[in-house]
C-alpha cells in the first residue's frame, strides 16, 4: 500500500515552461486536492476534486489546471510557468470530503527560474 | 475569510518536558480541526482530527483540545522525546467550505 504517491520530487522550470505534477493514490480515495507551501505560510489550496470527472477550484488556482479521469490519479498542471510559482506541492486524498483525515504525499520541489 | 495563527514559530525544549502548542482561529463556524506533523522534506502526518461537536482527542502521548466558542486549539504533548522535533500544522475546515485553512506551523526541537 503507497498511500500517495507524487512525481517528480524536484522539477526546475524556465519561466514560460509547461510541465504536469503527478500525483496518484492506492486507497480508493474519493476526495483528492492539491496544495502548495510557501515559506512562512500554511498550506494553500489550489484546486479539489470529490470524484472522477468533477473538480472545483479552491484559494490559489489561477495558473493551474486539474483533471480527475479516473479515482487513482489528480495531475496538476502549470500552463505557463512564473517564477511566482516556485513553491512546495502537495498532493491529499482522504475518504471523505470534510470528516476524515487527508493523508498527503510527499511533495514536489519546483523552482521556476 | 478564516485566518489561522499558530504561535510560536519555534519553540526548543528539553527532552521529557510536557509542552503546550496553540493555535487561534478566527471564525468559530467550523466543520473540524486537525493537527499534523511535518518532518523535513516530508509532507503532513495527520495526528488528530476532532470535529466539531468534540472537545478533545488523544493519541498515545499527544492530545488536543478544541473550544469553539473562543477560537482556539492546544495540543499537549506529554514527555517529549527528541523524535517528536517535527514542525506541527493545524488546519481548520470551515462549515460549507472545501478549503481547509492551515496555520503557518510551529517548529519544535526537542533536544536530548
Known amino acids: 500500500n503507497a498511500g500517495v504517491t507524487q512525481t517528480p520530487k524536484f522539477q526546475v522550470l524556465k519561466t514560460g515552461q509547461s510541465m504536469t505534477l503527478q500525483c496518484a493514490q492506492d486507497?480508493?480515495?474519493?476526495?483528492m486536492s492539491w496544495y502548495r507551501q510557501d515559506p512562512g505560510m500554511g498550506l494553500r489550496l489550489i484546486h479539489y476534486?470529490?470524484?472522477?470527472?468533477?473538480?472545483d477550484q479552491g484559494e490559489v488556482p489561477n495558473g493551474y489546471n486539474v483533471s480527475r479521469s479516473t479515482t487513482e490519479d489528480f495531475p496538476l498542471r502549470l500552463l505557463s510557468a512564473a517564477p511566482s510559482q516556485t513553491s512546495v506541492y502537495f498532493c491529499a486524498s482522504s475518504y471523505g470530503q470534510s470528516d476524515q483525515p487527508q493523508h498527503f504525499g510527499d511533495g514536489t520541489r519546483l523552482s521556476i527560474l | 475569510k478564516q485566518e489561522v495563527t499558530q504561535i510560536p514559530a519555534a519553540l526548543s525544549v528539553p527532552e521529557g518536558e510536557n509542552l503546550v502548542l496553540n493555535c487561534s482561529f478566527t471564525?468559530?463556524?467550523?466543520?473540524?480541526l486537525q493537527w499534523f506533523r511535518q518532518d523535513p522534506g516530508k509532507g503532513l502526518t495527520s495526528l488528530l482530527l476532532i470535529q466539531s461537536s468534540q472537545r478533545e482527542q488523544t493519541s498515545g502521548r499527544l492530545n488536543a483540545s478544541l473550544d469553539k466558542s473562543s477560537g482556539r486549539s492546544t495540543l499537549y504533548i506529554a514527555a517529549s522525546q527528541p523524535g517528536d522535533s517535527a514542525t506541527y500544522l493545524c488546519?481548520?475546515?470551515?462549515?460549507?467550505?472545501?478549503?481547509?485553512?492551515f496555520g503557518a506551523g510551529t517548529r519544535l526541537t526537542v533536544k536530548p
Open positions: 476534486s470529490v470524484g472522477a470527472g468533477i473538480t
Open positions: 486507497m480508493n480515495h474519493e476526495y
Open positions: 471564525d468559530s463556524a467550523i466543520y473540524n
Open positions: 488546519a481548520v475546515r470551515p462549515w460549507g467550505n472545501n478549503d481547509m485553512r
